[in-house]
């Protein structure tokens, strides 16, 4: 069975400082996935970026970045000089190749950012 | 460039009623899911579609029933509304099911008093 565990619940944070989501995950299969999507405010789910299990490169798009590591099985997410636009509920989401469409999501981190 | 279209986007049941939720995309994707989203917690996955009339079942797919008789559409049905199902519907589709992501619709809010 899969999971994903984000221990952040909430996070509060002041415009410009950098904040670091969590996402911890479990599965036995060798090949899968891995996807952050952000729900702001206004509901819908966008997609923010997958990484395929044999790929631990770090990522960077502009003020956000991802870090893989599968030793800790972490797929951990910042953002650097945060803004209020970047208030939302934030998932980390885990699909493995061998069950391909049954998607496990995390329960979310709401993100909080004050100006 | 609609993408994924759900309706309707809000909906107030009583208990014991029935209906159904419609899902359709337009970038001729294979799978379609359905997901329930409840205050607090992530999206728990109902029901999934691997292609034109196949479905399967997800992590909590009692008290819904789904059709996918045409690639584009994928209908959600509640038999007997419920209380408990109150929530945040979202109907999304992916093109392969796994390395590529998922397209979200807007939502539906369904109330069950």
């Known amino acids: 069975a899969q999971k994903v565990t984000q221990a952040q619940t909430e996070i509060s944070v002041v415009e410009k400082e950098d904040v670091t989501l969590d996402c911890v995950y479990e599965t036995r299969d060798t090949t899968y996935y891995l996807f952050w999507y952000k729900q702001p405010p206004s509901g819908e789910l966008v997609f923010l970026i997958r990484r395929n299990s044999f790929d631990e490169q770090n990522e960077i798009s502009g003020r956000y970045s991802w870090n893989f590591q599968k030793s800790t099985s972490s797929f951990n997410f910042t953002i650097t000089a945060s803004q209020v636009v970047d208030s939302a509920v934030y998932f980390c989401?885990?699909?493995?190749?061998?069950?391909?469409?049954?998607?496990?999501f995390g329960d979310g981190t709401t993100l909080t950012v004050k100006p | 460039n609609a993408g994924v279209t759900q309706t309707p986007k809000f909906r107030v049941l009583k208990t014991g009623q029935s209906m159904t939720l419609l899902c359709a995309q337009d970038?001729?994707?294979?799978?379609m899911y359905w997901y329930r989203q409840d205050p607090g917690m992530g999206l728990r996955l109902i029901h999934y579609?691997?292609?034109?009339?196949?479905?399967a079942k997800g992590e909590v797919p009692d008290g819904y029933n789904v059709s996918r008789l045409k690639k584009q559409n994928f209908l959600l049905g509640l038999e007997s509304a419920a209380p408990s199902q109150t929530s945040v519907y979202f109907c999304?589709?992916?093109?392969?099911?796994?390395?590529?992501?998922?397209?979200f619709g807007d939502g539906t809010r369904l109330s069950i008093l």
């Open positions: 999304a589709s992916s093109y392969d099911g796994s390395n590529q992501p998922q397209h």
């Open positions: 989401a885990l699909i493995v190749n061998t069950n391909a469409g049954k998607s496990t």
């Open positions: 970038m001729n994707h294979e799978y």
């Open positions: 579609s691997v292609g034109e009339g196949t479905t």
